[in-house]
């Protein structure tokens, strides 16, 4: 996989909801509700081009009786990938397009841990300005190593999870 940081398109909140509806139309009732995270759902944050989709769900396990209408609409099926109660579908195979990050309706730490670091990136524009040049320091020192990538990003994105979850929970 090559790993390419670009910067931030404004197309990218109608690529989420185009793909939003399809997956609506497969879920219906079992999903509780969709949301736009990852980098591409941060206005003016460089990001790969890849739409990360959190599906909150009534039921983790009834989720993978939709496999193959997830297959239909192209996406692979990777079951928790090392996540326990998540399940991951990738779209797009070496040239990602999509991802999904699904959860149970009562796994909070998982859920508010996605929305909390994307809503603090959406309000503080140094840190995101200072993530946005990591990734892209770090896709041209790791093109091809997607480990690498994403070791180098770890401690950063580690350190400002922690931060976006105290300062959610300062701002309720």
Request: some cysteine; hydrophobic content about 35%; charged content about 30%.
């Amino acid at each position: 996989m090559n790993i390419i940081v670009v910067e931030y398109d404004p197309n990218w909140k109608n690529e989420y909801l185009k793909e939003e509806h399809a997956i609506k139309e497969i879920l219906q009732d079992e999903l509780v509700n969709s949301f736009h995270v990852g980098s591409t759902s941060v206005p003016n944050l460089k990001a790969k081009p890849i739409i990360d989709i959190l599906l909150v769900v009534n039921d983790i396990n009834e989720l993978d009786t939709f496999s193959v209408q997830f297959e239909n609409i192209g996406y692979e099926v990777m079951g928790e990938f090392g996540i326990n109660g998540r399940r991951y579908f990738r779209k797009g195979g070496d040239n990602r397009t999509h991802q999904i990050h699904a959860f149970q309706y009562d796994n909070i730490q998982e859920i508010e841990r996605h929305l909390s670091f994307r809503d603090y990136l959406r309000q503080s524009l140094e840190i995101c300005k200072e993530y946005g040049e990591l990734k892209s320091k770090l896709a041209d020192q790791y093109p091809t190593d997607i480990d690498g990538y994403g070791d180098g990003k770890d401690d950063f994105v580690k350190k400002i999870e922690k931060e976006a979850l105290k300062w959610h929970w300062t701002t309720r």
